[in-house]
Nanobody, 123 residues
Framework: QVQLVESGGGLVQAGGSLRLSCAAS????????MGWFRQAPGKEREFVVA????????NYADSVKGRFTISRDNAKNTVYLQMNALKPEDTAVYYC????????????????WGQGSQVTVSS
């Protein structure tokens, strides 16, 4: 079992930055691939970025490439999402998720989810 707790969301002006953290419980965190997804009101949950167990492989949605950076610290059981140059269209609830095995872009492939963290970007 893996339990995930996100933190770091909030309100920021366009062009600003935020860093989300996702702390995981369990000794098997280092064996999981991690992903960040987001869901805006009235929209489907969408893939943002994923990272493999070692941090050597990442996948980004085109909409965030060059602005967002995912990283992980397996010693701290934590994955991070650094978000720069934020835009109003980045406003959403952001979820971290974990799965065994390889990274995936599909939210249906993830087994464990955090509670979500609200990110609001004002124009």
């Amino acid at each position: 079992q893996v339990q995930l707790v996100e933190s770091g969301g909030g309100l920021v002006q366009a062009g600003g930055s935020l860093r989300l953290s996702c702390a995981a419980s369990g000794r098997t965190f280092s064996r999981t691939a991690m992903g960040w997804f987001r869901q805006a009101p009235g929209k489907e949950r969408e893939f943002v970025v994923a990272i493999n167990w070692s941090g050597s492989n990442t996948n980004y949605a085109d909409s965030v490439k060059g602005r967002f950076t995912i990283s992980r610290d397996n010693a701290k059981n934590t994955v991070y999402l650094q978000m720069n140059a934020l835009k109003p269209e980045d406003t959403a609830v952001y979820y971290c998720a974990a799965r065994w095995g390889r990274t995936s872009l599909g939210h249906e492939d993830y087994d464990y989810w955090g509670q979500g963290s609200q990110v609001t970007v004002s124009s």
